[in-house]
């Protein structure tokens, strides 16, 4: 057995531009896991946000989600785990940021099952197609608890905010850029690999045992944690600077291109 874990994000990875898993692809999936291999889901989408596309594709696994935060059973719709952002230490954040930046507009993760995701003013989605947002003022995002903060900026590249929120709160929160338009605000540590790792010990996998497959910046620390990180050819440089192998785009089946090679004939 190559890997006994195979790890893969959801955008710009996993799914096609058209939001879809790829007849091949889901059956280099079932290849893979046939042959012993486990398939977990690492993505930056909430366990609400991701639960549309695990019910598409038949996903009933333990995923992780919320960009390490959840770790989250989609057959039972369960949370398994879930970690919350300090919100004081997030308007402090936010306060220094801007203080640097100019104003932001930002959005709120609210945690939960059944949390929204609160858009404030300003704010617009630019990924996903019918992901659910909830319009309110500035003043009401922090009201109750979250998982993270979203930032955008009128004037910076999300390369640009990113770097700019590391260096103006870095030691109050984590920031990242998760895709275009969403450079996200985390409990400080927090990332896809520590809620990997947190998901891998229920299954029993190691690090060692681990392939995972990735297209962002957010997915650099699961890259450094997993044995063998396998980049998109559509991934962000600082992804692909990192990345142990490159496979082919998320529209050309890049992770059954891997998979079918590692796992034919097991």
Same mark, same amino acid.
């Given at each position: 057995?190559?890997?006994?874990?195979?790890?893969?994000?959801?955008?710009? =990875?996993?799914?096609?531009?058209?939001?879809?898993?790829?007849?091949?692809?889901?059956?280099?999936? #079932? =290849?893979?896991?046939? #042959?012993?291999?486990?398939?977990?889901? +690492? =993505?930056?989408?909430?366990?609400?946000?991701?639960?549309?596309?695990?019910?598409?594709?038949?996903?009933?696994?333990?995923?992780?989600?919320?960009?390490?935060?959840?770790?989250?059973?989609?057959?039972?719709?369960?949370?398994? =785990?879930?970690?919350?952002?300090?919100?004081?230490?997030?308007?402090?954040?936010?306060?220094?940021?801007?203080?640097?930046?100019?104003?932001?507009?930002?959005?709120?993760?609210?945690?939960?099952?059944?949390?929204?995701?609160?858009?404030?003013?300003?704010?617009?989605?630019?990924?996903?197609?019918?992901?659910?947002?909830?319009?309110?003022? /500035?003043?009401?995002?922090?009201?109750?608890?979250?998982?993270?903060?979203?930032?955008?900026?009128?004037?910076?590249?999300?390369?640009?905010?990113?770097?700019?929120?590391?260096?103006?709160?870095?030691?109050?929160?984590?920031?990242?850029?998760?895709?275009?338009?969403?450079?996200?605000?985390?409990?400080?540590?927090?990332?896809?690999?520590?809620?990997?790792?947190?998901? #891998?010990?229920?299954?029993? +996998? /190691?690090?060692?045992?681990?392939?995972?497959?990735?297209?962002?910046?957010?997915? +650099?620390?699961?890259?450094?944690?997993?044995?063998?990180? +396998?980049?998109?050819?559509?991934?962000?440089?600082?992804?692909?600077?990192?990345?142990?192998?490159?496979?082919?785009?998320?529209?050309?089946?890049?992770?059954?291109?891997?998979?079918?090679?590692?796992?034919?004939?097991?």
């Amino acid at each position: 057995m190559p890997y006994r874990l195979v790890a893969t994000d959801l955008d710009g =990875t996993l799914l096609t531009s058209a939001e879809t898993v790829s007849e091949r692809t889901r059956a280099a999936l #079932a =290849t893979a896991t046939g #042959a012993g291999a486990l398939h977990i889901v +690492v =993505t930056g989408r909430s366990a609400v946000w991701a639960r549309p596309v695990f019910d598409e594709i038949g996903y009933t696994g333990i995923a992780v989600c919320g960009q390490g935060a959840q770790v989250y059973d989609a057959g039972a719709h369960k949370l398994l =785990t879930s970690l919350t952002l300090d919100r004081r230490l997030a308007a402090l954040a936010i306060e220094k940021i801007e203080a640097e930046t100019g104003p932001l507009a930002v959005a709120a993760n609210q945690d939960g099952l059944d949390g929204q995701v609160l858009a404030g003013p300003g704010y617009e989605l630019l990924i996903g197609s019918d992901l659910p947002v909830v319009r309110v003022e /500035r003043g009401e995002l922090l009201a109750s608890p979250v998982s993270k903060l979203y930032i955008q900026h009128p004037g910076l590249t999300d390369d640009a905010l990113a770097e700019a929120a590391r260096s103006a709160a870095g030691g109050l929160v984590g920031a990242v850029m998760a895709g275009a338009g969403v450079v996200e605000l985390l409990p400080l540590g927090l990332s896809k690999a520590t809620g990997l790792a947190v998901a #891998a010990r229920r299954l029993g +996998v /190691r690090a060692a045992d681990t392939i995972a497959f990735g297209d962002m910046p957010n997915d +650099v620390p699961m890259f450094g944690w997993a044995a063998h990180g +396998v980049a998109m050819a559509n991934a962000h440089e600082e992804l692909l600077a990192v990345a142990d192998e490159v496979t082919a785009g998320n529209d050309e089946d890049g992770v059954a291109v891997v998979l079918e090679r590692l796992f034919a004939g097991r």
